[in-house]
């Protein structure tokens, strides 16, 4: 009782003194609502979003979570106040999520956001801001990483254009990833006895009119998929280079110095178009030019993965304890975020956290 | 004493064939209280009181410590949450009551044959209608988790009481995932089996009670 009377109160002078630094970079401190409609969670990350949230109907049947995340919460304020400039926001609450066991864990995180920006130092003022209350610690890590640059990747492959966007869709999805790339070395996906049956059907129903509704998809939905799905083919050979390349590109570990040079290093090697990946690099060189000398910095192709609604640049600050990583601070860009919770477009966004249980415990 | 308390599922094959896999142990069920009462004995064994009920109903009754014994359907348990896996235990899978649950679409979707082709065609229904595709089902969870292994996120669960076929032909669904033998009524409601798309294989199975795992009335059902 005593200890968690006394870590409360360092957790209440902790947020104190890094509100007041967020505040000094122009974050405006939000409160944020802490129940969510869980439709709006479900619609965005699917059903299994369900699984990690605490979820209770209404009296009028709705469902409502307890918020999992402050960064949806935040993005979900900017929807609700009807703003439509930029804005810097910063936090300071428990995000409840339940662990595989379905036990509620609490994170108490204060965090800042940049949403709607066009300042292309974002990044640069967002991830300074977070690491600076941790700047002091002894042999801090961080890790950088960029999912968009797997989709450009991608784009760079000879692949059929369904296989490419299967990948990018699910990159955030590591297990069900790994399972595509296993498949992707086979012709698992195209049943030729079961194409060839299908073709003399297609017939029928290219008679059919069109528009019609066929379980909740038109006639033509259908018949122009199959017929790309027939002439989008590839070969083992080709399956199996291009997943060598992914995973090859997936272990791309260096310090935030040399990840240019990697990164061109390796597209030239393997042949890809590296036009769009020169421009699309320039944002991790304004981060290592201004962030790269304060901290050691790793970039790694592999990491961020976890969170589906990260689109950009993803980073984490951590400590090893006893050979034990303990994460401190994560964030990354978003900028797909709003517009799936209901926003008019796509508009870019980038957040962070620092996490105040693990940082009291140092 | 303590008498062992043994539930049958109330009606339809999955009665007759438990009645008759109990009578080839050399244990007849007979309804001393009458044709129509749920309550009925072992004849020449007073260590037993039976009961019939819902196949589902056995599950739910063994699990609070109700009924000691059961035959009722692997798809049933399989759907309720890990906890009833801790006190409900399967002793024995039969050699009847065998069906598959499935997922189905309609026969004409033919640009769709596995599950891999559902996921992309999920994310592209979401892209043009802005909602998730629906799956009518009697089995929420395990669709669920069937579906979010084979990478297809982008779907929403309409629970369905019965009659589950003829969701997509009312709009009430897109797709259905349901529990078939044969696939028979499947066919006759224009519906076709994904190619990967069994979830479960089931049969009938005879649960038991952790508390009396070891009791030796077990050793006749063997």
């Avoid at chain 1, 018949?223 to 002439?231: A, E, P």
Wanted: hydrophobic fraction near 35%; aromatic fraction near 10%; glycine fraction near 6%.
């Amino acid at each position: 009782m005593k200890q968690a009377l006394e870590n409360k109160r360092l957790k209440e002078d902790l947020s104190k003194k890094i509100l007041s630094n967020f505040k000094k970079n122009k974050f405006n401190f939000t409160d944020l609502d802490l129940l969510i409609d869980t439709s709006l969670l479900t619609e965005r990350s699917g059903e299994q979003f369900k699984k990690f949230t605490l979820t209770y109907k209404d009296l009028f049947g709705k469902e409502i979570s307890l918020r999992p995340d402050l960064t949806v919460s935040t993005a979900l304020k900017y929807i609700q106040e009807k703003k439509n400039k930029e804005e810097k926001y910063c936090y300071y609450g428990s995000a409840y999520r339940l662990d595989k066991e379905g036990d509620l864990k609490v994170f108490d995180q204060i965090g800042c956001e940049i949403i709607n920006s066009n300042n292309n130092k974002s990044e640069n003022i967002l991830i300074n801001s977070i690491l600076e209350p941790l700047k002091k610690i002894k042999k801090l890590e961080v890790v950088l990483g960029d999912v968009g640059l797997f989709k450009i990747l991608v784009e760079s492959l000879e692949l059929p254009a369904r296989w490419k966007l299967r990948l990018v869709k699910n990159f955030s999805r590591i297990e069900y990833f790994e399972d595509m790339l296993k498949r992707l070395e086979t012709n698992y996906d195209l049943d030729q006895q079961a194409i060839k049956l299908d073709t003399k059907r297609l017939k029928d129903l290219e008679k059919l009119d069109q528009n019609s509704i066929i379980g909740g998809r038109t006639v033509s939905e259908i018949v122009k998929r199959f017929n790309k799905k027939i002439k989008d083919p590839r070969d083992n050979y080709k399956g199996k280079k291009n997943v060598k390349i992914i995973r090859d590109f997936l272990n791309i570990n260096s310090s935030i110095q040399k990840a240019e040079s990697t990164i061109v290093s390796f597209f030239s090697k393997n042949k890809l178009s590296n036009l769009s990946i020169k421009n699309y690099l320039r944002k991790i060189n304004r981060i290592n030019k201004e962030i790269g000398k304060k901290y050691s910095i790793n970039f790694k192709t592999n990491f961020g993965r976890n969170t589906d609604y990260y689109t950009g640049v993803v980073f984490l600050a951590s400590v090893k304890k006893n050979s034990k990583t303990i994460e401190l601070a994560r964030g990354g860009e978003y900028n797909g975020l709003l517009r799936t919770l209901g926003y008019k477009k796509d508009i870019p966004a980038i957040g962070g956290a620092i996490n105040l249980n693990e940082l009291i415990n140092l | 004493m303590y008498k062992i308390k043994i539930g049958l599922p109330s009606k339809g094959r999955l009665k007759d064939e438990s009645l008759a896999f109990l009578k080839s142990k050399n244990l007849q069920v007979v309804n001393s209280f009458g044709e129509r009462n749920y309550f009925f004995n072992i004849k020449n064994n007073n260590e037993i009181d039976g009961i019939f009920l819902h196949a589902r109903e056995i599950i739910e009754r063994i699990n609070d410590g109700t009924l000691d014994i059961g035959i009722s359907g692997l798809d049933l348990l399989k759907e309720l949450p890990d906890v009833y896996s801790a006190n409900v235990k399967i002793f024995k899978k039969l050699n009847f009551g065998f069906a598959d649950l499935v997922v189905a679409i309609p026969k004409d979707w033919l640009d769709v044959q596995n599950m891999a082709d559902l996921e992309e065609v999920s994310f592209e229904f979401r892209e043009k209608y802005g909602r998730r595709m629906r799956v009518a089902t009697k089995y929420p969870n395990l669709t669920e988790s069937f579906f979010l292994s084979k990478g297809v996120s982008q779907f929403r669960v309409v629970p369905s009481l019965g009659a589950t076929e003829s969701y997509p032909f009312t709009g009430s669904s897109e797709l259905i995932t349901d529990i078939t033998s044969t696939g028979s009524t499947l066919k006759a409601n224009n519906l076709r089996i994904i190619n990967d798309g069994i979830i479960l294989k089931s049969s009938a199975c005879i649960f038991v009670s952790k508390k009396i795992e070891k009791n030796k009335f077990l050793n006749l059902l063997k």
